[in-house]
């Protein structure tokens, strides 16, 4: 087990580390992922690093011709190289990682991120060229796996595991008392703030989901959420306000599921930095009045995931909404005049066009700020170990799986709605959804346009 790191005095460490992050960049975006920021922040608060060592943010987009990367790495010599894998960069560092071997590289390759945690025991053929793989939250596990490197620990802990090892069952989860904000180290903050013309960050105060929708990787390894404290919180919002912040995406998947805790902060964003736009995350069966009357009076967009409105989809990806109260809440948004967008996914288990449909209309009767969001195959997830007839689903082969055709929705419309999003379900909905002429397996018949 994991012991957390008490001590009176900062070991030293003489290696050389890198944390490279490969990404989508935005214009906007911070120069750094927030995930690195964090793993380097813990880093920096437990170790001293010699005059031969040290830490090194390394981050390219994926678009970008990656040789530099492999140049850049070699040139710092690292002992430790660590990358977070997600969805849309695995092509990228299994190319990586195969160049730098290639190259001679010897350093210690870390790989961590949601395409390792929620991985099996085929890691090791996946990525050869990994030395550790890491499963759950990467701060205290990347710490262990420096201290261990370093020689000064004997033995690694939960969800960290050697290219060698016979299981590859286990999870390393922080308390939150662990729960550190990167931003609290000046020479991270500095680049995750970013650009200060454009003003936007990402900021995390709360790790783990209460729900367990079966296409969601959130839940997988967390049996109770992990909370930032109130000090650090107001301290962060302090520092944005001080460094001209203008938006903050917040991370949170369910800000609002602890709505003491929501209050509490919403009252700190009103004293602290009240003309700052945050984009927060919530399902709107969360939202009570008193919420509502104080989002009203900040700068606040909200993000509401409905996914589908269908009882029996609901019933399928275990994500069960309360149509009543999204009806009230929605019509409470539209009366207080707080922006807000809904999200929708289509290519959902036993959801015909026609059930997306429906959806779509109903939702149009409150905002036509909606969002469509294919089904994605996220690697370990509950929807992912339960497909056993591969033809009821077909997903793209290329990353980031997305959904092709299913048993339900075939594959020219599914392909309509990707091509065309709102505008080509608009189109439909301007007849009465009465009229809509189906096929015969219960997708709507194009219309002229598309």
Known sequence: MIKFPIQKKKPTVNLQIILLGLNWYRPKDPRIPLGSAMIASYLHKYVEFSDFGGLHLLNYDVRDNLSTALHEVLEFHPQILGIGVYVWNVTETKKILKGLRKLGFQGKIVLGGPEITYSDSNLPNEFPEADYFVKGDGELAFLNIVLYEAGLIQTLGNGIFQKFSREFDGYCSIPSSEFISPFRNESIAKWLIGNVEKGFTRWQTQRGCLYRCSFCAFPNGYKEMIEMNDDQIKKDLELFRQKGVKEVAVLDPIFFVHKDRAKKILSMIK??????????????????????????????????????????VQKEIKRVNNKERITENLQRLVDKNVPFEVHLIYGLPYQSFQSLLLDFTFLLQFTDNIRLFPLIRLKGTALDLSIENEDDFVFSPILPREVIKTKWMD????????KYG???????????????????NGEANSTKKY
């Open 411 to 418: 594959q020219t419309t599914i392909y309509r709605i990707k």
């Open 271 to 312: 004293e602290i930095c009240p003309s700052i736009r945050f984009e927060i995350q919530t399902k709107l069966e969360h939202l009570d009045k008193n919420l509502l009357e104080m989002i009203r009076d900040l700068n606040i967009v909200l993000e509401c995931g409905i996914q589908t409105l269908d009882s029996i």
């Open 422 to 440: 709102v505008a080509y379900l608009k189109e439909l909905c301007a007849s009465s959804i009465n009229e809509i002429p189906l096929a015969k």
